[in-house]
């Protein structure tokens, strides 16, 4: 039975940083291709960082640059370190496979508010 938790969200100011936790147990971070998502208010949650099995990383046009998804094997943990962060970055954050859908299971989320 897959489970995700994700922790580390929190009320920041701009220009700060920030890094989200996923422990994960049912599926394997490390051999399954991951991501992180957002849904802010109102809108659709996309897909703003994934990581290959491989390890390779590929980012939305708005993280690019700013945040890096990483992943501890051995922990069966995925990260996602947040910099410069922005208020456009309010959403909650979630993880799950690349591919995960709406009718997939998917975990409580972290939420980030980015705010002066």
């Known amino acids: 039975q897959v489970q995700l938790v994700e922790s580390g969200g929190g009320l920041v100011q701009p220009g700060t940083s920030l890094t989200l936790s996923c422990a994960a147990s049912g599926l394997s971070v490390r051999f399954d291709a991951m991501g992180w998502y957002r849904q802010a208010p109102g809108k659709e949650r996309e897909l703003v960082a994934r990581i290959t099995s491989g390890g390779t990383g590929d980012y939305a046009d708005s993280v690019r640059g700013r945040f890096i998804i990483t992943r501890d094997s051995y922990k069966n943990t995925m990260y996602l370190q947040m910099n410069s962060l922005k208020p456009g970055d309010t959403a909650i954050y979630y993880c799950?496979?690349?591919?995960?859908?709406?009718?997939?299971?998917w975990g409580q989320g972290t939420q980030v508010t980015v705010a002066s």
């Open positions: 799950n496979k690349q591919h995960a859908g709406a009718s997939d299971y």
